[in-house]
């Protein structure tokens, strides 16, 4: 009897699933930091949905998360694109550090100075601003000129962007946690910008935690961590995971030759 019981007992431990899950029934698609390339972020939302199509038993949320803005061409449209995608899919989107300084730089011209010297520029461009009237303006007047050049729809749709996201054993981050304090007990300016902190923490986290903001040539795993910033804006590569269960897997849209492809990848299972 005790060792039919033992026996019984290491089998539920083999067979039992490992690793961090999400909740049975979800499936979570978590963008990295798109930095203003919308034609990676077309590509993948169409990868994102085509995917969904060929597995559409599980309820989907798609997470963004943060920098959607600065350094890519094309600011204006990420933000348009993601608003778009809300009002058919449901996406929760986290701020990043360059949100931050983008909704701070309308009212403090010293922000202003920093955010344009860290792809600002390149967002003002993209909301209409001519170069030619970029270059003839001071930091004065440009500062002055900021609430005509971006809509207040789209300063109160970024303004509304979440800072931390919860689903069973994983958080969702744009930079990372203090490793000092528990989840519940988080300051934004960590969640936002923290860096070395995070990354050099030795010990385990409270749950495995997905981020962006420091860029990493491929998606960087670790026991508890997994960073998704592939740096979209100067490699080409946007990266997604997708978490379903105990399955890791991934989908990038990636520019090769002025061409976007798509590749799809497991991790685990």
């Known amino acids: 009897m005790i060792l039919s019981n033992l026996n019984k007992f290491l ?3 083999k067979n039992a699933p490992s690793g ?9 698609y978590v963008v990295g930091d798109i930095h203003g390339r919308l034609d990676l972020f077309e590509a ?16 989907v949320t798609v997470v963004l998360l943060g920098d959607l803005i600065d350094r ?10 993601s608003l778009q995608w809300q009002e058919c899919r449901k996406v929760r989107i986290l701020a990043g550090n360059h949100e931050e300084m983008f909704l701070e730089s309308i009212d403090d011209i010293e922000v202003l100075r920093h955010f344009l010297k860290h792809g600002g520029r390149e967002t003002i461009l993209s909301f209409g601003l001519p170069v030619k009237k970029y270059r003839k303006l001071d930091l004065k007047e440009l500062f002055e000129l900021l609430p005509e050049i971006i809509p207040e729809t789209t300063r109160k749709f970024v303004a509304g962007f979440e800072e931390m996201i919860e689903a069973g054993d994983y958080v969702f981050v744009h930079a990372g946690i203090n490793p000092e304090l528990p989840l519940d007990k988080q300051k934004r300016s960590d969640l936002l910008w923290i860096r070395e902190r995070f990354l050099r923490h030795q010990g385990p986290f409270p749950k495995t935690v997905v981020h962006g903001h420091t860029i990493f040539d491929e998606i960087e795993i670790k026991s508890d961590r997994i960073g998704l910033d592939t740096g979209a804006f100067r490699s080409g590569i946007l990266t997604a995971l997708v978490l379903e269960g105990t399955n890791q897997r991934t989908i990038q849209s990636i520019e090769k030759k002025k061409h976007i492809k798509i590749r799809h990848e497991e991790i685990s299972s």
Do not use: Q
């Open 72 to 81: 890519g061409p094309d600011s204006a449209g990420v933000i348009e694109r």
């Open 44 to 59: 993948l939302v169409d990868a994102i949905e085509a995917d969904i199509a060929d597995h559409p038993d599980a309820d």
């Open 11 to 13: 089998c539920r431990k």
């Open 20 to 28: 961090p899950r999400v909740p049975d029934g979800e499936r979570y």
